[in-house]
């Protein structure tokens, strides 16, 4: 809607809020960049950085739900003015999981780079990571746009992600079996791979209330579903 | 399962009022332009949109209440249970006794509290005794839920009650003939948040029993009390659906622009 309210203030409101979500967007962008650059360099001190900047990550998480009920309350928000305010509200919740999750990935490296490094899943973990970062600027793109033809686009690679985290679970099966002294590194990269792929999941319900927001319904269509290894018994170890 | 749209479900609700193709004009002034719409039984229907935008024109028609302006026309149908109400056997006096009316400013008679009440059943014969009349009048009071404030003093003059019990008066006044459908307009802007919020209540209470249309300026009481909206904009029915639906999904841009309050 191009069109501006007659008071103004409630214009300001709804531009700030969402401002803050995109400063928001932004910084958990960053942590998921930099503790996938923690990982695969082995960077401690980086880890540590992730570790602290997620606080800011969720202080934003408070301005946005506080600056959301106050709109509720003062301006009686309708229509698609009521859809900014539930799909703000959401999108937050979704980042600061996202923000839980880098924080995660740079906690469990800490422990990672005590240990003898794992071959060949870091560059694979890395990818997912990008990946994952990539479909959130396009997420928060598709917000700011109004873009439900790019939202629908982010429904459909979470399936490539889902498929990522399928590989890298069947390797970390394999190193683990062969020998047992991988299985503690392997545990913690696989948790690592999990929670990208929770973060997937978490960019898709972004961009599911960017389609709400727009169209004021949620898409019909389930989401395209990746991740098998719960379903298949190929996948779990031999008993 | 539990269904939350349930208890505000009207769909299945009978049509009370079915308008088709209605027009008004005063003199020149083309007011409402070709409005048809189905109000249902039992339901609370507000009607919204900008001032001048013909709504309560629209709701004075459903009545007969522009009978009374020299230069207003009326074309098009209107069926009240069926009937034709602009049909030349029908006494608007009849009518209005059916179909009730509620204004903007609490206007009680400068009479008693119970006299108030009685005068109405009174003239269209509807006690045959005194008895009779404290029944109805007992009964109306209690159903514009101000029986408890005013049953030591119902002698006492209808106009020396605060603006919310004289409105809760005139809304027991209007309902004292049984009428089947109640237009208000704009009941509660004259009225503090607490009067408010009691006649929305009483509101609520009467669809229960009435077909309710109310016209409102405040978006928050079409929104509190109806079931179903009507927006008008330039003397056009633009959007008629679900209250529900109108206040978080309109179809119409015109709609969206007005209750989100933007420049329309």
């Known amino acids: 809607m191009v069109d501006s309210h007659i008071v103004t203030g409630f214009d300001r409101d709804l531009e700030s809020v969402q401002a803050h979500i995109m400063k928001m967007g932004g910084l958990v962008e960053e942590a998921i960049l930099e503790a996938s650059k923690a990982l695969r360099e082995r960077d401690e001190e980086l880890s540590e950085k992730v570790r602290q900047a997620d606080k800011a990550i969720d202080a934003l998480e408070e301005v946005i739900n506080e600056e959301a009920s106050r709109i509720i309350a003062l301006r009686a928000p309708t ?17 600061e999981r996202i923000g839980d999750y880098a924080k995660n990935m740079a906690k469990r490296n800490t422990v990672l780079v005590q240990m003898t490094p794992v071959e060949g899943s870091r560059a694979a973990l890395g990818r997912m990571a990008r990946e994952v970062q990539l479909m959130l600027k396009d997420a928060l793109d598709a917000y700011i746009q109004r873009d439900v033809e790019l939202a629908y686009e982010i429904l459909e690679r979470d399936r490539d992600i889902d498929q990522m985290y399928n590989a890298l679970f069947r390797e970390f099966l394999t190193f683990m079996m062969e020998d047992p002294r991988h299985i503690t590194p392997c545990m913690h990269l ?37 991740d098998t290894t719960s379903r298949d018994p190929e996948m779990s170890a031999p008993q | 399962m539990y269904d939350a749209t349930l208890e505000n479900d009207v769909s299945q609700k009978d049509i009370k009022i079915a308008a088709d193709n209605v027009q008004v004009h005063y003199g020149d002034t083309h007011a409402i332009k070709d409005v048809s719409v189905q109000i249902q039984d039992k339901t609370v229907t507000a009607f919204i949109g900008p001032s001048g935008c013909g709504k309560s024109t629209f709701l004075r028609t459903l009545n007969r209440m522009n009978d009374t302006i020299d230069i207003c026309r009326v074309t098009g149908q209107i069926l009240l249970d069926g009937e034709d109400i602009y049909d030349s056997k029908v006494d608007p006096v009849q009518l209005r006794a059916k179909v009730g009316m509620v204004f903007q400013k609490p206007n009680p008679f400068p009479k008693s509290i119970y006299d108030n009440i009685a ?20 009964k109306s009071l209690r159903r514009g839920a101000i029986w408890n404030e005013v049953k030591d003093r119902l002698h006492e003059p209808g106009t020396g009650l605060s603006g919310g019990q004289q409105q809760r008066l005139c809304i027991a006044r209007a309902v004292a003939t049984e009428p089947e459908v109640l237009l208000m307009d704009e009941p509660c802007s004259a009225l503090d948040p607490i009067a408010t919020a009691q006649v929305e209540e009483l509101i609520d209470e009467l669809r229960t029993n009435y077909s309710v249309v109310i016209v409102t300026h405040s978006m928050q009481q079409a929104a509190r009390v109806s079931q179903k909206t009507a927006f008008f904009h330039l003397g056009n029915l633009v959007e008629y659906d679900d209250t529900s639906k109108i206040f978080t999904n309109p179809t119409d841009e015109r709609t969206e622009s007005y209750i989100t309050g933007r420049i329309g």
């Open chain 1, 190 to 226: 696989h948790f690592i791979a999990k929670n990208t792929e929770r973060m997937g999941d978490h960019v898709t319900a972004i961009a599911e209330q960017v389609i709400y927001l727009v169209t004021g319904s949620m898409p019909d269509d389930a989401r395209p579903k990746g």
């Open chain 2, 119 to 138: 005068y109405g059943p009174r003239i269209h014969g509807l006690a045959n005794s005194k008895a009779d009349l404290d029944v109805i009048v007992e």
């Open chain 1, 79 to 95: 229509a698609v003015d009521l859809r900014v305010i539930l799909s703000v509200m959401k999108i937050a919740g979704n980042l």
